[in-house]
């Protein structure tokens, strides 16, 4: 059975960092491109970041891009999210992503496995 745990969400303060971790057993890890998509009420669940198989591509959401770094641990199975400069509209729920392959990213119908999710929260 695959799957894909979380961790690393939290309460954090505007402008601060946080690293959020994901953790996969019961597939080949190193075979799956990878990302993460956050989700806050009443909106779609919405990819944020990819990574290819081997770390040597990555995409981000315009909105992320220059504060979030995708990277992956293959030989460890986990896939890392650096976020830095956080602001309030970063809350939301953070999920890890196993995509079915590289011709449907940063939308959940690329998606094969997902993860439960880990929350964050940016507040002063």
């Known amino acids: 059975q695959v799957h894909l745990v979380e961790s690393g969400g939290t309460l954090v303060q505007p402008g601060g960092s946080l690293r959020l971790s994901c953790t996969a057993s019961?597939?080949?890890?190193?075979?799956?491109?990878m990302g993460w998509f956050r989700q806050t009420p009443g909106k779609e669940r919405e990819g944020i970041s990819y990574?290819?198989?081997?770390?040597?591509?990555?995409y981000y959401r315009d909105s992320v891009k220059g504060r979030f770094t995708i990277s992956r641990d293959n030989a460890k199975k986990t896939l890392f999210l650096q976020m830095d400069s956080l602001k309030p509209e970063d809350t939301a729920m953070y999920y890890c992503?196993?995509?079915?392959?590289?011709?449907?990213?940063?939308?959940?119908?690329?998606?094969?496995?997902w993860g439960q999710g880990t929350q964050v929260t940016v507040s002063s």
């Open positions: 992503a196993a995509y079915r392959g590289s011709d449907m990213l940063f939308t959940p119908a690329g998606v094969r496995y």
């Open positions: 019961g597939l080949t890890f190193g075979d799956y491109p």
């Open positions: 990574i290819s198989w081997n770390g040597v591509e990555t």
